[in-house]
């Protein structure tokens, strides 16, 4: 099956970008969900192995794994045609990686979008 890395259609989310099976991932929720949670869901979606740490009184995925790494959090915001990535997460420290993003691109199925990394 081809690698393709779903968007979507407008609004505000949180995402975490994650290198696993040398491949860049995006996982996204809406941006009322914390970004331990989508970690969590994506790795245990795909059945891949983490181990948990405490951060700030919850129990959060590692941010690297024997399968997996995480290299960098924040917001997308869609709206039209224009997708812009931003911000970062107070859990992990760490913000949205311009590189990750730019790996990714490939494996968006629409080649128009205009990517704004912040």
């Known amino acids: 099956m081809e690698h393709v890395i779903e968007l ?3 609004g505000y989310y949180k995402v975490v970008q994650i290198l696993a ?3 860049p991932h995006l996982p996204f929720n809406y941006i009322g969900h914390y970004h331990r949670d989508i ?10 192995p983490f181990e948990t740490i405490e951060i700030m009184g ?3 995925p590692v941010s690297k794994g024997a399968e997996y790494e995480v290299v960098g959090m924040g917001e997308l915001i869609r ?4 997708i812009s ?3 970062d997460s107070m859990d ?3 913000g949205i990686n311009p590189e990750h993003i730019e790996k990714c691109k490939p494996y968006f199925t629409d080649k128009t979008l205009e990517i704004i990394v912040k």
């Open 85 to 87: 990535f931003s911000g």
């Open 92 to 94: 992990y420290s760490m």
């Open 21 to 23: 099976g040398g491949l």
């Open 79 to 82: 709206k039209d045609n224009k």
């Open 39 to 48: 970690l969590r869901k994506f790795l245990e979606g795909r059945k891949i």
């Open 8 to 10: 979507p259609e407008s």
């Open 58 to 60: 919850k129990n959060c």
